[in-house]
């Protein structure tokens, strides 16, 4: 079905599919005014992010899980795609169609360019030129893009939409704020059944068919004999040249391929807030790409989306745990001890994600390398072992 | 005019001469063995006929054509392929993908972007790579993940690839390298069967003169860089200079 | 004249930085094969000695002295450091002075533990390992060591100062008849990171040990075959790369208010300072570092930033890109190394 002749293709698109349409019904099991509803999950701006970075990392997968190839620069495109769908909002208008087309675009000229020059080299070499690069253009966006006789970045303050930028298709009746054809991503219908509220936001439901599509070409790639000759490439290069087979163009169209993802979930960002500032370019915003990926599932396909969901999910959690809150968790011990347990727990939470993050990140390439669907499957594994009798050989399935 | 003509190819490295005055000539569809004791440039020279080195002076023609400047894929792409001393294969995919990496190399050409085809509907490649696996005695394997095979028949799959390409020249380095003699044997016979069934030319650097010995039927003798003699197997087997520099050691 | 003399003076200091970062991620990763992005961190933790030592040796205890008023009426709270109460003032407040250099103390014992934990402890079970997994394990720990370091000192950049005798600024022209003023801890860090690279090139040089160690950066295998332990001689290499970065760290401290993202800040432009020198070449990774750290000071004149806005945040990354597109191997590096 759609070109999927692997019936569990076809059944991970479904869930997926599922997964994101349901988001605000899944995300949001607790009551509103119980004590749980801090870890619902089901506002609009946190759905977003969740399927915007999963985007991100989709397609960062389809560079670093197929290729082996580990870009420490891919933020570089996502924010390259930020600037240029702004841009647009200030010279057209607020429909998102043109400013995601134009992020694409140029995301997808960024990378061509790096890849063209840091794929000249493998391994270690590429991913300190990516580095570099990533750098470089956090650089040329926070000063020198932005000095009085060329502002294209607006430095520090962040690039956004002023009054009297042209806007020259804008008219009177459409919507102050990014929309499609009219249709602002900022409008939410809430619904209220009993205790609990649902929010169905538009900019979430457009991000999360974004994802459905761009998750369905990764599903093609992969499935396809250029995806194979990625793998190929990741696993023997020499084999391949001595195949008669260019590795070079096959590395950089997953580059590129990767740099557009990268740029269109920079486009999306925009869209849901119109302003593009010089930080999503950061090495730390690259690192957190790697690491959604790899905590995911490097080379699978579901892999990115559950490691950026996963991320996204607990960055917020965590962020919002304060001293407040950790005192009234272990309010039920006694005194020492409750200000002990704060006092261990609280360096990891709130201001402290970062070091949970870092943490996280070691503890998963030391022991589980292959992420969260090969703890899954592990899990699954020991379960189905568990029940059976011993002498059935344990059967290795490929990683999904 | 053989096939393969390589005219006074010298290289050095640093202070090594490696290779000098080296002149050799394979012939269509024979199998041609170059041999010689360790240090005598036989990696040297094949490295230098696939693109991964190239000469200090002197000429290397496949068909009348030049291969010095090329890399190693567009060398392959002309009818030159080589099989490794430690078989190279792709050890993350199966067996069957590994023999369709090579179909859609020589339909394809060294780049071509299927990006949204699905690998498995292409049935021309797929039936060509099922093919071949049931010439080289693998049907059984194809789903087997290829890493995880014996060496013999990690090299078997090797050739199976390599053929698949449909070469004019398959260039073997030392293939039966740490086998067991049973693997041997079994190469020795893949072998014999490839040359008698196929158009195609073979030339192999080897060490065993057993294996030398039962396939050949042209060799030549590498010394110090510099071929020694040229000969069918019988005469190279009572040359008094090919004993003194090569066979004398090993007896 | 005076002018390019001074531009390349300022470059010295940054350069010494970048030289001393690039020392030791060229000899881990030349001994070990390891890429260690960690290494800023450990840059940022020398750093982090010195704002400790200064730190501790202010701690004092509070004496009320009733003679003195405060401006409320209030009896004087006077704090008298453990330092001066025990060494007498005078002597007490020139050990407090001269906390950055005595840092070094302190530095030199703390980054070799840190550095023969981590190797032992964590890069030990990475060799087989790709490189990819190196990288983002490194990485990590990078991350773990930067904001364990933002939670005990925060956020914002700590003043150290240097000593009251080595503030201020000399007049190096004067000797040649020209104006050239120069901040003299500047003079100190460049003397000082000169002393530590010519220190690492003799002892690789001069002893057994750095024999040793030379011979397995060229061919690990045939050293390990002669009966050498080489790992073992590796895990004290890294561990002195690491006080290489640590000191590197300490003495630049009152250069640059150390704060936590420094390392990082510093990794990625030492990586590039690496590459640019030529992978696994040490007079290479100390080469490029002094060549870039001039060319940055050069790109940050006036004149070229009003040229070219901004060019001084950029130069180094353009000069990477052109020596990697013209000559791959970088200005020093070595046939066979890293090739893959």
């Known amino acids: 079905m759609l070109g999927l002749n692997n019936k569990k293709d076809f059944t991970l698109l479904l869930v997926v599919a599922a997964l994101t349409l349901l988001a605000p019904f899944v995300l949001n099991p607790f009551p509103s005014d119980s004590a749980m509803a801090q870890f619902n999950a089901g506002y609009p701006d946190l759905m977003q992010r969740f399927v915007i970075f999963g985007i991100f990392a989709v397609g960062f997968n389809i560079l670093f899980g197929l290729t082996g190839y580990l870009s420490f620069g891919h933020a570089a495109f996502l924010g390259v795609g930020s600037y240029a769908s702004v841009w647009m909002f200030k010279l057209l208008s607020y429909n998102i169609v043109p400013a995601i087309l134009l992020a694409v675009v140029m995301a997808s000229i960024f990378a061509l360019l790096i890849g063209y020059v840091s794929l000249r080299r493998s391994g270690i070499y590429f991913s300190i030129l990516t580095l570099a690069f990533a750098q470089m253009s956090f650089a040329l966006a926070y000063s020198v893009l932005s000095n009085p006789k060329f502002n294209l970045t607006n430095g520090e303050t962040g690039l956004q939409v002023y009054a009297n930028d042209p806007q020259v298709f804008h008219r009177a009746g459409l919507p102050d704020v990014p929309h499609l054809f009219g249709l602002s991503m900022r409008s939410t219908y809430t619904m209220d059944v009993g205790a609990w509220s649902f929010s169905f936001n538009v900019g979430y439901y457009i991000s999360a068919i974004v994802l459905l599509l761009v998750f369905y070409l990764a599903i093609r790639i992969f499935r396809s004999p250029f995806g194979m000759m990625l793998r190929a490439i990741k696993s023997n290069q020499t084999r391949m040249s001595y195949t008669g087979l260019n590795p070079r163009p096959y590395t950089l169209a997953a580059f590129v391929i990767s740099g557009a993802y990268a740029g269109l979930a920079g486009g999306l960002m925009a869209a849901m807030d119109p302003l593009a500032g010089a930080e999503r370019m950061q090495w730390t915003a690259s690192g957190e790409v790697v690491l959604m990926t790899i905590l995911g599932g490097t080379g699978t396909l579901i892999g990115p989306i559950l490691g950026a969901g996963f991320i996204k999910y607990f960055e917020n959690i965590f962020s919002k745990i304060n001293d407040t809150v950790l005192h009234q968790w272990f309010a039920f011990m006694p005194d020492g001890m409750e200000d002990f347990m704060v006092f261990v727990i609280k360096p990891f939470v709130g201001k402290g994600w970062n070091l949970t993050l870092g943490i996280m990140f070691m503890l998963v390439v030391i022991f589980l390398p292959g992420g969260l669907v090969e703890g899954g499957q592990r899990l699954g594994k020991w379960i189905k072992n568990r029940g059976k009798s011993k002498d059935s050989p344990a059967k290795t399935e490929p990683a999904e | 005019m053989g096939i393969l003509e390589v005219k006074d190819v010298g290289k050095r490295f640093g202070g090594l001469q490696a290779l000098s005055d080296v002149n050799l000539s394979v012939k269509e569809n024979s199998v041609h063995a170059i041999i010689g004791p360790n240090g005598a440039g036989k990696s040297t020279l094949l490295n230098c006929l696939v693109g991964k080195l190239i000469p200090d002076t002197g000429s290397v023609m496949f068909d009348g054509q030049s291969v010095l400047g090329r890399v190693p894929h567009e060398i392959n792409q002309m009818g030159i392929s080589r099989v490794f001393q430690t078989p190279e294969i792709f050890g993350d995919l199966t067996v069957l993908e590994n023999m369709m990496i090579p179909c859609f190399a020589k339909r394809d050409g060294h780049f071509r972007m299927h990006a949204v085809r699905n690998m498995m509907a292409d049935r021309e490649i797929v039936e060509k790579a099922e093919a071949m696996l049931v010439d080289m005695n693998m049907a059984d394997k194809k789903g087997m993940h290829s890493a995880s095979m014996s060496r013999g028949d990690k090299r078997r799959l090797e050739i199976g690839m390599c053929l698949a390409q449909e070469p004019r020249l398959l260039l073997l380095d030392e293939p039966t390298a740490g086998m067991a003699r049973a693997d041997t044997n079994n190469t020795i016979d893949l072998l014999k069967q490839i040359s008698d069934e196929r158009e195609i030319t073979i030339a192999i650097i080897e060490h065993d003169m057993h294996v030398v010995f039962s396939l050949a039927n042209r060799i030549t003798v590498l010394a110090q860089g510099t071929p020694l003699v040229e000969d069918n197997p019988e005469n190279i087997r009572g040359n008094p200079k090919v004993r003194e520099a090569y066979l004398g050691e090993t007896a | ?340």
């Open chain 3, 1 to 340: 004249m005076d002018a390019i003399l001074l531009q390349i003076l300022n470059g010295l200091d940054k350069g010494s930085a970048y030289a001393l970062i690039a020392l030791g991620l060229t000899l881990i990763f030349g001994t070990l094969g390891v890429v260690n992005f960690a290494h800023g961190a450990l840059f940022m933790l020398g750093a982090f000695c010195a704002v400790t030592l200064s730190k501790l040796l202010q701690l004092s205890f509070v004496t009320i002295d009733a003679t003195k008023k405060d401006f409320l009426g209030n009896p004087l709270k006077v704090e008298t450091p453990y330092v001066e109460a025990w060494f007498g003032p005078e002597i007490g407040a020139s050990i407090i002075d001269w906390a950055v250099p005595l840092s070094i103390l302190l530095a030199i014992p703390v980054m070799i533990a840190v550095g023969l934990i981590m190797e032992r402890g964590l890069i030990k079970h990475f060799y087989k390992r790709e490189h990819a997994d190196q990288i983002l394990v490194t990485f990590g720990l990078a991350i773990v060591l930067q904001e364990v370091i933002k939670y005990y000192f925060g956020a914002n950049p700590i003043q150290t100062p240097p000593p009251d005798a080595l503030t201020g600024v000399a007049n190096l022209g004067a000797w040649f008849g020209f104006d050239l003023p120069y901040p003299i801890w500047r003079i100190v860090y460049f003397s000082f990171a000169a002393l530590v690279i010519f220190g690492v090139f003799a002892f690789l040089q001069f002893t057994t040990f750095g024999m040793v160690v030379r011979a397995g950066m060229a061919d690990r295998e045939t050293v390990g075959l002669l009966g050498i332990n080489i790992d073992r001689r590796f895990t004290i290499m890294f561990a002195i790369a690491a006080a290489v970065a640590g000191l590197a760290g300490v003495m630049y401290a009152p250069i640059n208010p150390p704060n936590y993202h420094m390392g990082m800040d510093f990794l990625v432009l030492s990586f590039v300072v690496v590459v640019v020198g030529g992978m696994g070449s040490l007079p290479g990774a100390v080469a490029a570092g002094f060549l870039l750290g001039i060319l940055e000071s050069f790109a940050s004149t006036t004149w070229a930033t009003t040229t070219i806005p901004g060019i001084n945040q950029i130069i180094i990354y353009v000069v990477a890109i052109i020596v990697l597109l013209t000559r791959p191997r970088g200005l020093m590096g070595r046939k066979g190394v890293m090739e893959d």
